[in-house]
């Protein structure tokens, strides 16, 4: 049997859109959503190094987080639920930086994301979910940041209307306190 994924490189250079290998019968269905020699065929490079998962409630908002170390480049995948999920390129000198694409991936569509380094990764939850990350790069508390959910200069569209309105984010107080794209931009040239 052969085993068809379906990769789309977005116009943000080096992130792509996936969809998995899926097969079902009668007894219920198999997903792979990961395999190093189909993703190198297809020309991507993603060595999984760890593996985690979030499990988060309807109106959560987990903003536009990265590692400013040790970049942390993620396949993403919600496995149940519901959510709008968002990439930032970050990268210096790009010439899409600042610029943002978002997709709604659920349980049901099996759609997934690689999100490649120095990207920034968050989303907004439609209805409790649990999303998958197969991390290229461990998770580095001390590089550990993030640029607000609502930053004007990067203006990310938000569908909250999908959880009956704004007022009803769940965000948590380190999201509250993360950077702007200024900050970022004045972190980026003192390197």
């Known amino acids: 049997m052969v085993q068809k994924f379906e990769f789309k490189e977005l116009d943000l250079k080096g992130a792509y859109h996936i969809k998995p290998f899926f ?17 190198k065929a297809n020309g991507i490079s993603h060595d999984l190094k760890e593996v985690f998962y979030t499990i988060s409630k309807r109106g959560v908002i987990r ?6 170390v040790k970049q942390q480049p993620k396949l993403v995948r ?3 639920g519901h959510v709008y999920d968002v990439i ?12 943002w694409r978002g997709f709604h991936l659920s349980g049901e569509n099996m759609e997934m994301l690689l999100v490649p380094e120095f990207f920034g990764h968050g989303y907004l939850v ?3 979910s649990i999303v998958s990350y197969k991390c290229a790069e461990v998770f580095y508390g001390e590089g550990d940041s993030g640029i607000m959910y609502n930053d004007p ?29 200024k900050d970022y931009k004045d972190y980026i040239g003192k390197l």
């Open 23 to 39: 097969a079902s019968d009668e007894r219920g269905g198999l997903i792979k959503d990961y395999n190093i020699d189909t993703f």
């Open 63 to 68: 903003a536009t987080h990265f590692q400013l």
């Open 78 to 80: 919600c496995i149940s």
């Open 88 to 99: 930032v390129d970050l990268r210096p000198g790009s010439p899409s930086f600042g610029q």
């Open 126 to 128: 439609i209805e409790d």
């Open 153 to 181: 200069d990067i203006g990310i569209e938000w569908p909250f209307e999908l959880i009956g309105g704004a007022e009803n984010l769940i965000i948590s107080e380190k999201d509250l306190n993360l950077m702007s794209l």
